[in-house]
């Protein structure tokens, strides 16, 4: 990538928590994606909100009324994945209870929700068990680049 240019990754933090890891292990993890995947990212929004906001964002775009950890919107219509663009909605406080749930550390699980969100805007989805465990396998191949 052309260090002139900005990356595709902007990240915002309007819950009020701390975020655990560092903007630049997100934008590896998200090259890392392009590259193993051949896919590109032109314009990613990871936005971390509180639980007022998922919810709401939940009811007005999914009908749905709960708490969730992420949620991925895309934006762009091509269909060779060459020009990705979408946003990432992130609940930091369910993210962060996710980590206590699965024994697991509070980075490792932020990174695995940005992680998931990124393969769900390539086309992946988790719908069933036999997509769970594919997404689940990607999460943890590109978890481990940066252990």
């Given at each position: 990538?052309?260090?002139?240019?900005?990356?595709?990754?902007?990240?915002?933090?309007?819950?009020?928590?701390?975020?655990?890891?560092?903007?630049?292990?997100?934008?590896y993890l998200l090259d890392a994606i392009s590259k193993h995947q051949?896919?590109?990212?032109?314009?990613?929004?990871?936005?971390?909100?509180?639980?007022?906001?998922?919810?709401?964002?939940?009811?007005?775009?999914?009908?749905?009324?709960?708490?969730?950890?992420?949620?991925?919107?895309?934006?762009?219509?091509?269909?060779?994945?060459?020009?990705?663009?979408?946003?990432?909605?992130?609940?930091?406080?369910?993210?962060?209870?996710?980590?206590?749930?699965?024994?697991?550390?509070?980075?490792?699980?932020?990174?695995?929700?940005v992680v998931h969100g990124l393969i769900h805007l390539i086309g992946?989805?988790?719908?069933?068990?036999?997509?769970?465990?594919e997404m689940t396998r990607l999460e943890n191949h590109f978890l481990?680049?940066?252990?």
């Open positions: 990538m052309d260090s002139s240019l900005e990356h595709p990754l902007q990240i915002f933090n309007t819950s009020g928590l701390h975020l655990p890891f560092e903007e630049s292990e997100a934008a051949s896919c590109g990212y032109s314009f990613v929004e990871l936005v971390f909100v509180d639980e007022d906001e998922i919810i709401r964002i939940n009811k007005e775009f999914l009908d749905r009324d709960y708490i969730t950890d992420i949620i991925s919107f895309r934006y762009d219509e091509t269909e060779n994945n060459s020009e990705i663009e979408g946003t990432l909605y992130c609940c930091a406080q369910r993210i962060q209870e996710q980590a206590s749930e699965y024994s697991d550390s509070t980075k490792q699980e932020f990174l695995r929700v992946y989805d988790d719908q069933t068990p036999e997509e769970k465990a481990s680049l940066i252990n």
